[in-house]
């Protein structure tokens, strides 16, 4: 036995010599070829090519970026056609072809050469189309596509507080692959699943599932290599297999592999990544080559303890998030995406809400990189749009809502900081009675993908809808939409105490608020009203928190919303057509003084913040000066002169009855940090006048 197992660990070392010099290797293997194609498109409005209407624009793009800044109630919603001249060389006519689209919003048509290639219906999640028997090799090729964003009753969503904006919003690209490779069109997914079976801190178990497509017109016996790779580059695990593959079918392939003693993925706290390679080979000749994310961990939601991540407690607390931006609209560059997730660090949130649909894929990988805990979720979203109702009992608009959950399971399956998918926003009983359809679409999540929770964001206290998904939570507004936000405690109780057993979170809370709006008395705001001061907004989100933060049971808490978004059905606030609960103004350039009181209750590192500086004008002489910091002490210094110290509680600091003099008035606070004695400072200047 000895000796066996002397052989055994020989082999393994020989086999992991020459999986990594493999590995070496591929950098130069031209396996898959990605060509992006974002530039020297041309658009025009309508179907129909129209020369006087014809412009040229670059990938991303979308026709309402300019409504969206402009607050119009009844932006553009119809048909736009795209148009690029693709030259594709001799050398590809033995390869496979495919289009990819990151997203196109809402309907798109794809043609070649006038050929009518595929429909795809759904404005936010990817999907690929192949174009092999389509292109003319050797010249220029015409790619047509004719791009919807109007309203249609069979595909989601039909609701939602946001804009629907339409285009080829998010980049397209060329795929080349042998004629046996990892499929594309298994829902535009990388074709590669990664299972984790079982995970714990002494071992893991994943099985690894490769769809092989293979259109030669014989059968062909592959070798499916598979190896992970920990952040070094050494290899851990190895595997290899020899398999038929079919003529002109789709083959899945099943390998399995256990690692001793794993890293696991912690979160934030760190976010390890192992990568698996996946290669094919026939007859030793490379055909294809992926890389797939692996992290490993297992977690668990309990209606007590609330969030476990690797069997330790975990406070979940974060934003939602919406992709658009002033001047752009939803079509945003990866530096778009990374400027928003950055801010979402640096506000120190460690959850994700992907509202209401799928998201870019760069941000799942940030995520995953970054440690970020994602709630993702397919837009069956209630109120507020065509009629006022989100679903209708429409066979065709359940079969776009299945397509819609596979495409998001599907495309984000190996991505760790994935934990939950949201089956719905905001709908109601009363709506054609969508719990049948629910009821549907948890059967198909828990077949796709067993291993995560299903959740929704409900505004009913009691419904059948929110007992259908694994774990539950509800969009509450205290202190935006009536009553004080102390009340948020008093309901979070009360649930609990009502349903023991249901793991409870929230899922939404949040107020309006404007750079441009102050008052110095706490007033409410009217909802819906043209007055929103941003005095309330902080109020709003400090007796949340102090609500939210007490209790460990309510197992996510996320605010809406990172950032100010476009929504037409809005006439509120400070500018038409926006909903401003964000912390950081559409624009990305002011970050709201509630987004300072998070940073200091959620991010470690040293921070101090002068609260209220854009209310400059005055008109008492005695004020109240708050600050937001970390820090153990902070002093205040008026005009020069030190007012005292004080410890901050919940991350504020306040001094009352702070006396002005007339004019001009210099405001300083400074403190200490802890770790290497440095010392932060933040400073206004406060003009007090008279009548």
Not at 171 to 199: E, M, N, W
Not at 571 to 600: S, W
């Amino acid at each position: 036995m000895k000796l066996k197992h002397f052989q055994n660990s020989i082999i393994f070392v020989f086999l992991t010599i020459l999986a990594s010099i493999s590995h070496a290797q591929k950098a130069s293997d031209q396996t898959r070829i990605e060509i992006p194609l974002n530039t020297n498109w041309e658009f025009m409005f309508g179907y129909e090519k129209r020369k006087a209407n014809a412009r040229p624009v670059t990938i991303p793009h979308t026709w309402n970026a300019a409504d969206a800044d402009s607050g119009k109630k009844n932006y553009y919603r119809g048909d736009g056609s795209y148009t690029r001249k693709l030259l594709v060389a001799n050398k590809y006519k033995d390869k496979r072809l495919f289009l990819k689209f990151e997203g196109v919003a809402t309907t798109a048509w794809v043609f070649i050469n006038g050929h009518f290639v595929g429909e795809h219906v759904g404005g936010y999640a990817a999907f690929n189309f192949e174009i092999t028997d389509f292109v003319t090799y050797g010249n220029e090729n015409t790619i047509l596509v004719k791009v919807s964003n109007a309203y249609r009753i069979d595909a989601l969503p039909l609701g939602g507080d946001f804009m629907k904006y339409g285009g080829i919003y998010r980049p397209v690209s060329l795929l080349i692959t042998d004629k046996i490779c990892v499929t594309p069109l298994d829902f535009a997914s990388s074709g590669v699943y990664l299972t984790q079976k079982r995970v714990s801190t002494e071992e893991a178990t994943i099985q690894i599932k490769t769809k092989i497509s293979n259109t030669q017109k014989t059968k062909a016996n592959i070798t499916i290599r598979t190896q992970i790779l920990d952040h070094t580059g050494k290899v851990v695990v190895f595997d290899e297999s020899n398999k038929d593959v079919s003529s002109n079918k789709t083959t899945p392939i099943f390998q399995e592999v256990h690692i001793k003693n794993p890293h696991l993925w912690q979160g934030k706290k760190d976010p390890y990544l192992y990568s698996v390679e996946v290669t094919i080979f026939e007859n030793k000749t490379p055909l294809d080559h992926l890389i797939q994310p692996l992290g490993l961990r297992f977690f668990e939601v309990d209606p007590d303890k609330g969030f476990l991540l690797n069997g330790k407690y975990l406070d979940l607390y974060g934003v939602n998030r919406h992709q658009d931006k002033a001047g752009k609209g939803s079509a945003l560059s990866l530096e778009d995406h990374k400027q928003d997730l950055d801010l979402i660090m640096e506000m120190g949130a460690n959850m994700l809400r992907l509202s209401h649909y799928q998201q870019a894929g760069f941000v799942f990988d940030y995520a995953d990189k970054n440690g970020l805990i994602l709630w993702a979720e397919i837009p069956l979203v209630g109120l507020g749009g065509h009629l006022k109702k989100g679903y209708y009992n429409s066979e065709s608009l359940h079969a776009n809502g299945r397509q819609q959950l596979k495409e998001l399971i599907r495309q984000n399956y190996n991505h760790p900081s994935v934990f939950f998918w949201g089956l719905f926003n905001e709908l109601k009983d009363e709506e054609a009675n969508p719990l049948a359809f629910v009821k549907e679409l948890q059967v198909l999540a828990k077949k796709e993908d067993p291993k995560r929770l299903t959740v929704a964001a409900s505004n009913i206290d009691i419904s059948k809808l929110n007992t259908i998904t694994d774990i539950i939570a509800w969009n509450k507004y205290y202190g935006w939409y009536g009553k004080e936000p102390s009340e948020m405690g008093i309901w979070a109780d009360e649930m609990h105490k009502k349903f023991p057993d249901r793991s409870l979170g929230i899922s939404e809370y949040g107020a309006g608020g404007s750079i441009y709006h102050h008052q110095k008395q706490l007033i409410a705001p009217k909802p819906g009203g043209k007055w929103h001061p941003e005095e309330w907004q902080t109020y709003f989100h400090e007796e949340n928190w102090r609500a939210l933060k007490k209790r460990p049971f309510i197992w996510g808490k996320m605010i809406w919303n990172m950032f100010d978004f476009a929504s037409s059905m809005r006439n509120e606030g400070d500018h038409p057509g926006m909903n401003d609960k964000g912390l950081v103004t559409f624009d990305r350039i002011t970050k709201k003084d509630a987004f300072y009181f998070y940073k200091a209750n959620w991010n470690p590192e040293p921070m101090l913040y002068l609260a209220e500086k854009r209310f400059k004008e005055r008109k008492a002489s005695k004020i109240q000066i708050k600050v937001y910091t970390n820090l153990n002490e902070v002093e205040l210094f008026v005009n020069g002169i030190s007012i005292g110290t004080k410890k901050p509680e919940m991350g504020i600091c306040l001094w009352n009855d702070i006396e002005l003099k007339k004019g001009n008035n210099d405001i300083k606070v400074s403190g200490i940090t802890t770790k290497n004695a440095e010392k932060l400072t933040d400073q206004t200047i406060f003009t007090y006048f008279t009548l």
